[in-house]
């Protein structure tokens, strides 16, 4: 059903993938548990998840992993980015831009950037954010 709407989507108003791309994941409240959910590291320790999304430059959420909240974004980029391509059918754009926060500035990310053919656009840690105090990434709006 995703993959139907998400095709429909693209041939009325058009994916907009080769430019930008968006990963990030945020921490939501799981106070009944499950098997994804784990001690939160922003909520005294209460029962959390994590979704790290993709999404294209319009914010359309392209794919989400589930995953307990105290893992850190970055080792969720390759299941984000892969479930993301599922959805697509025919997988990511070649030389598409990912925009990453700094919670992702590390060799390994570039690297994983890499092997899939990507570029990725990652915040440096330690620099202050290239978008002003009052703007939100279009991934964290979603």
């Given at each position: 059903m995703r993959e139907m709407a998400l095709a429909a989507y693209d041939r009325t108003i058009g994916l907009e993938l080769a430019d930008f791309l968006a990963v990030d994941?945020?921490?939501t409240k799981a106070p009944c548990g499950g098997e994804k959910a784990g001690k939160s590291p922003v909520d005294r320790g209460k029962r959390g998840t994590k979704r790290s999304t993709a999404v294209d430059a319009r914010g359309i959420p392209l794919g989400t992993v589930i995953a307990p909240a105290n893992r850190h974004d970055s080792p969720l980029l390759s299941e984000t980015l892969d479930a993301a391509a599922k959805a697509l059918g025919g997988g990511l754009p070649e030389r598409a831009s990912v925009h990453l926060d700094r919670g992702y500035d590390s060799f390994v990310t570039?690297?994983?950037l890499e092997g899939r053919g990507l570029i990725g656009e990652i915040s440096e840690k330690g620099k202050?954010?290239?978008?002003?105090?009052?703007?939100?990434?279009?991934?964290?709006?979603?």
């Open positions: 994941g945020c921490i570039r690297e994983r202050s954010a290239p978008l002003g105090a009052t703007n939100r990434w279009v991934v964290e709006i979603v």
